[in-house]
């Protein structure tokens, strides 16, 4: 197993799901990637679930408030960044020409977000862990292996994140593209892409989650079988087989057999 306990600052560590029918998406979810799901005590606040998997915690998601479904925002998944400071690092992003999606706020004991939106458009999430580290399993099926940035301008990107989040991103090509490595360390912690083909039209810059699955072109089947969407078909590439799907509302995340852990 690939258990993950702590996760040093700069590194991806959790993503949750904000549903239009939380009810609904939770059911949907468990049972594609066979999750367990237990509600959490909000005291008081949105309703919010963890999904697990054997025992250990992978992902989590939350039902969309009444405003955001009003003003036609879709269901998305939502990539966190551990920070040491949220509140320090939401002010060197607005330096360094970010904005705040959601300032920081303290979720009980479990530590503390911000919600921030990237120079192209990009939003993502910052975690100051408190009880509540992120994901207790990775790189195994139906739990989340990888993190990747689609935007128009991945140079720009660099400018943002690498003082921000003490990235270093390493650039190569890859056939027709060229792909942007994120790393922590030494770590490999996600990738960019650029939008740059008719593909991308009408798209806007975001995050994309993936999440490891033992077989792509089956679980892809079980997606379509159940009221959910293949964007992309399944098809190898250098890390393994992929497919970009949705969920029956529409929240767009990718599903990957990797060739190693990543």
Not at 80 to 95: L, P
Request: proline fraction near 8%.
């Amino acid at each position: 197993m690939s258990e993950r306990s702590r996760y040093e600052p700069g590194v991806f560590s959790w993503v949750d799901h904000v549903a239009h029918d939380k009810a609904k998406a939770e059911r949907w979810y468990a049972g594609v990637f066979g999750w367990k799901i237990r509600e959490q005590d909000t005291a008081g606040g949105p309703p919010y679930a963890m999904f697990f998997k054997d025992g250990k915690v992978v992902a989590g998601i939350g039902q969309m408030s009444d405003e955001m479904k009003a003003a036609k925002i879709p269901p998305m998944w939502n990539d966190y960044v551990t920070v040491e400071d949220v509140a320090a690092t939401v002010a060197r992003a607005a330096e360094l020409g970010g904005q705040v999606a959601v300032p920081p706020m303290q979720v009980m004991d479990a530590g503390w977000l911000a919600f921030l939106v990237d120079p192209a458009g990009a939003t993502f999430g910052l975690w100051q862990p408190g009880r509540h580290h992120g994901a207790q399993l990775v790189d195994e099926h139906g739990a989340l292996c990888w993190n990747e940035l689609n935007t128009p301008d991945v140079a720009k990107a660099k400018a943002f994140y690498e003082p921000l989040l003490g990235w270093r991103c390493e650039t190569v090509p890859m056939g027709s593209f060229e792909y942007t490595t994120i790393k922590v360390g030494e770590r490999d912690n996600g990738g960019m892409m650029a939008m740059t083909g008719p593909e991308w039209q009408g798209i806007p810059p975001h995050w994309m989650t993936y999440f490891a699955v033992d077989d792509c072109d089956a679980i892809a089947e079980k997606i379509a079988a159940t009221g959910g969407k293949v964007c992309v078909p399944p098809h190898d590439i250098p890390p393994g087989r992929f497919s970009v799907v949705e969920d029956p509302d529409g929240g767009v995340f990718t599903i990957i057999r990797l060739s190693a852990p990543s």
